[in-house]
């Protein structure tokens, strides 16, 4: 955790510098996580499976920072969930087919408001990296890229606090042929391009 945490803190750095004069919004969020599978294969048997993420709650904070054209910010998206990632008949760990996951995404974009304001319904694009760490900690983690995009909505309820609701499709990129969760001996390998969630979430935005 310690490099997203690193990487998230000069992404802020970075946005707040080139953003100096613009008005912040941060808003924490709580959100529902659907789908998310993809081909394995025993590299032993040559037999493939599929791993599938179970569905599940979904935590983060947005940071969004004005832009000078009216109707455009820049966005920092963190997320998180907890999810257990299974197979029918492909040993993941010793004597086990599903595998305890963290899944972390650390994502930078923006948002485009078609009204020309930094209220009401917008698209959202994001880039950046997805962290899978499976449990127990003796497992490979595992460092992809990322891909978002959406839509959403945001009501002014004060001048200074916002209701946010956002529906993001996510997309992580896999590496065909690389190690799945493993300890070293591990002979179940990535056999996909990548794999996509959707997420529905709300939270308060906080704009100073």
Do not use: W
Request: hydrophobic residues 40%; aromatic residues 10%.
């Amino acid at each position: 955790m310690s490099a997203i945490v690193r990487c998230l803190l000069i992404l802020v750095f970075v946005a707040t510098a080139t953003q100096a004069r613009a008005e912040v919004e941060i808003a924490p969020f709580a959100g529902f996580r659907m789908g998310g599978e993809f081909s394995v294969n025993d590299r032993d048997t040559d037999e493939s499976d599929t791993l599938k993420f179970k569905d599940s709650e979904a935590f983060g904070v947005v940071m969004n920072f004005d832009l000078e054209e009216a109707g455009k910010q820049a966005e920092l998206y963190f997320g998180r969930q907890e999810t257990t990632a299974s197979t029918s008949d492909r040993l993941l760990t010793e004597n086990s087919y599903s595998v305890d996951v963290t899944i972390y995404q650390l994502q930078f974009g923006g948002l485009y408001f078609p009204g020309g304001r930094n209220t009401g319904g917008f698209v959202s694009g994001v880039l950046g990296v997805t962290r899978l760490e499976p449990k127990p900690s003796g497992l490979d983690d595992h460092h992809r890229a990322a891909i978002a995009i959406g839509g959403g909505y945001k009501l002014a309820l004060t001048d200074n606090l916002l209701a946010r609701f956002d529906l993001r499709g996510l997309y992580t990129v896999l590496d065909s042929g690389g190690a799945v969760f493993c300890d070293g001996g591990c002979a179940v390998r990535f056999d996909s391009s990548g794999y996509g969630q959707v997420e529905a979430s709300a939270g308060l935005a906080l704009r100073f």
